[in-house]
């Protein structure tokens, strides 16, 4: 059973540039979470997604970023406008989300450093 | 809100020996779930062991254990055996119970190993 895909494992983006981050859940996973890992910091809740909808989408940023989980293909987290703040390491993580199962199993992350 | 405080920023300690690693949360909730996750610098983010808060009994994974007391709002981790593999940043985090809750992590403990 493979593990949470992310990619790219590193992305480069210049200031003003947009940034998209994939994320594909474990196999038999619905649900899909993002965390922000600014340096030297622990983890940050940014959305939740259930395929379709969103959640819980209250540590996003209100503005530049989105996230979406569609009906097929992994989800997506979206920055625009890319600023030297937004540099950081993106975390996916997926649970199972029925039957109580609700550790949350985590993908290699993206690196995002914007120029 | 939940936090999560991690009051050790380093730790260090001998191959083959035992050591301890400190959390206490804060929350208002009776059931939850509380993690430790190891992220080696291959920044890989890897589940350690997980408890239930109705559990009294505390969870033990090969070499790790925790000591969860609920009424004292406290989690620790216990290494035995150290080996130079452990050596890693460790997270505790919290999680309320009921499926799509976030994780809430502490500012991590960095583990160094010395042989």
């Known amino acids: 059973n493979a593990g949470v895909m992310q990619n790219p494992r590193h992305l480069v983006r210049r200031r003003g540039q947009e940034a998209r981050l994939r994320c594909s859940p474990m196999?038999?996973?619905?649900?899909v979470y993002w965390y922000r890992q600014l340096p030297e910091e622990g983890l940050k809740f940014m959305v939740y997604?259930?395929?379709?909808?969103?959640?819980?989408e209250s540590g996003m940023p209100k503005e530049r970023f989105s996230a979406e989980f569609p009906k097929e293909g992994p989800s997506i987290l979206r920055i625009q406008q890319v600023v030297r703040g937004d540099s950081a390491a993106y975390f996916c993580?997926?649970?199972?989300?029925?039957?109580?199962?609700?550790?949350?199993?985590f993908g290699p992350g993206t690196r995002l450093t914007v120029l | 809100a939940q936090t999560v405080t991690q009051s050790q920023p380093e730790m260090s300690v001998q191959e083959a020996e035992t050591v301890t690693l400190s959390c206490t949360y804060d929350?208002?909730?009776?059931?939850?779930?509380l993690f430790w996750y190891k992220q080696p610098p291959s920044r890989q983010m890897i589940l350690v062991i997980r408890?239930?808060?109705?559990?009294?009994q505390n969870a033990t994974e090969n070499r790790f254990s925790v000591n969860f007391q609920k009424a004292a709002k406290s989690f620790s981790l216990k290494i035995s055996d150290s080996q130079l593999g452990d050596t890693a940043m460790y997270f505790c985090?919290?999680?309320?119970?009921?499926?799509?809750?976030?994780?809430?992590f502490g500012a991590g403990t960095i583990l160094r190993v010395k042989s």
């Open positions: 985090a919290f999680m309320k119970q009921g499926y799509g809750n976030k994780l809430v």
């Open positions: 408890q239930e808060a109705y559990k009294q």
């Open positions: 993580a997926s649970s199972p989300g029925t039957g109580g199962k609700d550790t949350q199993y």
């Open positions: 929350t208002s909730e009776n059931n939850y779930y």
């Open positions: 196999k038999g996973h619905s649900h």
């Open positions: 997604l259930q395929k379709e909808n969103i959640i819980d």
